[in-house]
């Protein structure tokens, strides 16, 4: 009984693995690309072979060795255990010790088929055409042939060790050591064997010191990354010392062949090992704090200008156009006659418009909307691009009405078509402006938030997304044309349906599985990184999801590393050691069929040209790419975020890095932020472990999140309608303790076709204008801000939002604009909704905030006159809202405010979230203000009056110390 439970298990187990590789070629082979599949599989099993041979032979000549140096006669006082192995074995011991051998080759051959990727670029390499500054080896060797030869020597390394156990073995089961004495006896010839097999490892330990002084080109000792003074000066000579003494040891064991003398080579053992920690360790060390810190500036200078330049090149910034703008005091015919920045104001942000989009349009049985985009089409069909928010309706299984196995795999198999609404207007009644997206093809079987697996084309009625619905047509999933083919499908996912249906054996079933377009094109090609944000682009009456893959190394010569301080969104594709960056490929899946086609957009990139070189038929030239896709590629947030970073620093010349002279930094988040959700405590401690103590940085304030925009960047245009589509992101001056707030400079990176990745910097001249976190604290203080958000949250559940602030180059002036939002819960079930309702614009520290455009900017410029209007509200405020009751009016100016009354709330709880905000502000400047206890108690004596409006004395004091930071309005995060 228990032999046959055994037997099962093992079928199941086996059969299962055996199942799983069978479907794992199927699903590459409908996919068109089973070349992939076979040239990995083919990689690994080359390098098993390699290194299973390879060890095969060092140990099977070893064995062979040790047997003919075994004496003519058994010895007679070997160890008892070794007299029962002989006595167990007898003549077959030979044999069961090349048997064992050949096993620890298979075991210590399988790890080596993960470094199939390593191996794949050094068979493939390629020339980046930049000679490392210290060796004056091209880059390409670091990045593509030295990983794959550190990791051989290492192999070997290790592999040489396990030989000689197996030889010191050998030769005492063949009785080489002789325990006559309590002192075990070798043999002359054991010993002789012994020191060969030493001496090889020597050597090899000699090379690996040798090969380790390039792989200190990314070592970080001193000021920044790369190979610094106490590096080039102390750790690398150390090393080339090694590897001499290393080889001299060698040489040593190999001379006691003749001389039989075993003194000499196990002192010069000795002295190596001291010597690999004085030179390795302390040496460098010393040579560090004696000689380099005192004198940092002068002995650093020239391996600073290394790291500027390759960082430079490394994260693609050497190349960065930079335009000077200077901003001055608008006056209303400006305004007037420079209209177009201010119809691109963007009114709805991704995140918080989602539940808009969701309550309106994404509320049927079985569909979701998980995820809101910025794009750009012409929805007027004029000839003018508009932002858009864009969103699928992907299935959500959780929602369906069939819960049953047909259900969840047969009946709900997908979601429906796209949501669009402009970014830029909205209806009167503060509704997104919905528009009918129409397309011949709908059906959405493939997105980011589908997991599991589905059968399309079976016999069973799939729910339609309209009435004229085709049977699904795809052929890019599996055919499930035979019962071999649906068993593997059964054991692989262990779901006996598969068999036992008779709707899934119909002749037009196929299996849909890997739908997730992430997870698709990552079994697809391994090789590359992801970003963690698809967005869907309508393309040909279908649907296609884009997502960016990048290629990187962590091994460019003297670049710096991406590091910890980078905030970055959640599910990020960049790592965090990489300090070479491209996004060389955009993956593009078919919404309906899961095609996959990986379009090459940087053919310049080294790493992706070895990769085409080692599957050549995986990727398809960016240039094939259809114009209609094209047109909405977007430059990747992440790496943008990146490059940003890493400009704010690398702009000064090497000259000026060490002291920071004219440094910048991102541009503070604005205040009441709190941190982007893909910026951990953790994250922040590695930041601070991982970077140099020596560099001065800015404190870990959150950082001005980057926005996707129409702009035109000529001072005084919006004429000409010749507008790209950005990324943005500002910039301040540097400061240790975070405190410089002006607006030094902003950074766009263009999605247009014909500009696609261009980096402009526009640096601000002159008078610099106030930067965000100025601005945000401006409109927090602002009376009528202020009152309006206290008659939106006053007793009830309704909470205000801040949506991004954005920069608008008006004319040759600045506007900022930032969204009000009010969050509420609907009645008729626990559903927030969170809805547009005015706009604030900011000129010149002047605060207005009303429901259009026109009418805020009619209060800081009376010349325009209250009909003045942009055009961003349409249609009549009368209609009825596709989202549930109406929230709360916004104060009227005009109007005594209904609750200016001091109240008597007798908890924190009950304080507006606005009031507590600032109270935050007015501490956090208390704080900065010191020593000038002037101003300390001027901002205390401001923050207590404000919270004296809604608490009593006698419970001040407990509010003060127990203000609950999360209750403070947010304003939302980036673009998505």
Known sequence: MIGAAAFLILVVVLGRALARFYIDELWFDAIGQSGVFWSALWARLTLFAIFFVAFAIAAGVNLFVADRLAPSRFPVNVHPFVERFHDLFGRRLRLYRYLAAALVAVLIALPTTTQWQSWLLYRNSQSFGTPDARFGADVGFYVFELPFLSFVLDWWFFAMIIVLVITVITHILNGGVVFASPIPSLSQAMKGHIAVLVAVIAALKGADYWIRRYELTNVRRGFVQ????????????????????????????????????????????????????????????????????????????????????????????????????????????????????????????????????QRAEGEEAGLSINDLDVDRYDIDGDGELQQVLIAARELDLQGAANQSWQGRHLIYTHGCGLVMAPASRVRANSDPDFLDVELTRPQIYFSPGIDGWAVAGTDETEQACGPDEERYSGEAGVELSSWVRQAAFGLAFMDYNLIGSGAVGSGDAQMLWNRNVRDRVEKLAPFLTYDGDPYPVQVDGGVKWVIDAYTSTSRYPYAEAVGGDVQLLEDSGIPRDANYIRNSVKAVVDAYDGSVQLYVVDDEDPIVRAWMSAFPDLFTPGEEMPLELREHLRYPEDLFRVQTNVYSKYRLEAEDFFERTGAWSIAQSPSGAVRDSAVTAAETAEAQSAGSAELATESSNARFIPYYTLFDGVQGGGVDGDEDFVLLRPFVPFSREDDRTELTAFMTASSDVDSYGTLTVYVTEGQRPRGPRDIATTVEADQEVTEA?????????????????????????????????????????????????????????????????????????????????????????????????????????????????????????????????????????????????????DKVDEATALLQQYLPDDVLAEVSASLPASSVPTPTTGDE
């Open 226 to 357: 790369g190979p610094t003074y106490s590096v080039v000066n102390a750790q690398m000579p150390a090393l080339l010392l090694l590897a001499v003494v290393a080889l001299v040891t060698a040489g040593l064991y190999l001379s006691t062949l003749k001389t039989q003398a075993w003194r000499i080579p196990l002192v010069a053992s000795a002295v190596w090992m001291v010597l690999a920690i004085v030179g390795g360790y302390a040496y460098p060390a010393v040579i560090q704090s004696l000689v380099v810190r005192p004198n940092q500036k002068s002995r650093e200078a020239p391996y600073i200008e290394h790291n500027v330049e390759a960082t430079r090149a490394a994260m693609g910034i050497n190349d960065i156009q930079v335009v000077a703008v200077e901003y001055g005091s608008l006056s209303g015919a400006e305004i007037e006659a420079d209209q177009r920045p201010l119809q691109r104001v963007r009114l709805l942000n991704p995140t918080e418009a989602r539940t808009s989009f």
């Open 789 to 937: 958000v206290t008659n939106v949250q006053a007793g009830g559940s309704n909470r205000v939002r801040f949506g991004d602030l954005q920069l608008v180059p008006v004319a040759d002036g600045l506007i900022w604009a930032r969204p009000f939002y009010v969050a509420s819960q609907q009645p008729d079930s626990a559903t927030v909704v969170v809805r547009y309702q005015q706009i604030i614009i900011v000129h010149n520290g002047e605060v207005a905030m009303a429901e259009t455009i026109g009418g805020a900017l009619a209060q800081l410029f009376p010349s325009l006159g209250d009909d003045f209007d942009v055009g961003e509200r349409i249609g009549s405020p009368d209609e009825e809202s596709e989202l549930g009751e109406p929230v709360p009016d916004v104060i009227d100016p005009d109007e005594e405010p209904a609750s200016s009354e001091p109240t008597t709330t007798v908890g924190p709880d009950d304080v507006p979230d606005d009031v507590l905000r600032r109270v935050f502000q007015l501490l956090n400047e208390a704080d900065a203000a010191l020593p000038d206890m002037g101003a300390y108690q």
